[in-house]
């Protein structure tokens, strides 16, 4: 995914329903059935800050709006698209999350992780599930998300709230275009990678 190309709707949608499949798919393989939950999002790891800057531009093209804020020492911006991608019937990818590096331990880059939403039965989906989740984040009292770590390095996490109703929880808005004030100390050091879409 490292050509100028490589970002569009066009170029995108395909993998994005590839990879969806692929992980509902190991996710049926260990009991949870994921087939039928709304989408949270798509995270797309790149491993430059260069890249992120160009998947940034290219995605922004057929996007409404971003929220972009500094997480873990680096900006991290979540895309709402104009038009959800769909990858089953009445399912669509509605946001994309876009991280670059730094790295606090070995990502899959390309397309990394899908998010679903179980909503208001998520503790009672860690209970049933517990066995065959790999942790929990605990990101912010709105978000603690469980997840699934594969041999391949990508990941399915499961969220009470889609990620952009908690961005909105915690009193953020996507209103138009806003990028964070930062720069790297250099744009293509990249972190450990394993792999790439």
């Known amino acids: 995914m490292e050509s100028d190309g490589a970002y569009t ?3 995108l949608a395909p993998g994005a ?3 969806v499949a692929q992980q509902v798919a190991r996710c049926a393989e260990l009991g949870i059935e994921a087939g039928g939950l709304d989408i949270s999002h798509l995270a797309i790891r790149t491993a430059t ?14 996007s409404t709006s971003n929220l972009e804020n500094v997480w873990n020492g680096r900006p991290i911006s979540k895309l709402v698209l104009a038009e959800p991608i769909e990858v089953a019937d009445g399912i669509g990818i509605p946001l994309i ?3 670059p590096p730094f790295h606090q331990r070995v990502y899959r880059m390309g397309l990394e992780h899908v998010g679903f939403v179980v909503g208001p039965e998520h503790g009672a989906f860690i209970d049933r599930h517990r066995e065959v989740l790999t942790g929990q984040q605990f990101q912010s009292r709105f978000c603690a998300p469980v997840y699934r770590l594969f041999d391949d390095y990508t990941h399915v996490k499961f969220y009470e709230a889609s990620l952009g109703d908690v961005c909105r929880m915690e009193g953020a808005a996507f209103d ?3 990028h964070a004030d930062w720069d790297p100390v250099d744009p293509d050091a990249g972190p450990y990678e394993i792999g790439c879409d």
Not at 49 to 58: I, N, Q, T
């Open 9 to 11: 709707r066009e170029r």
């Open 17 to 19: 329903r590839a990879f």
């Open 49 to 62: 800050w260069r890249e992120y800057v160009r998947a940034r531009d290219a995605i922004e093209a057929y």
């Open 97 to 99: 999350e876009l991280i």
């Open 176 to 178: 138009g275009f806003v």
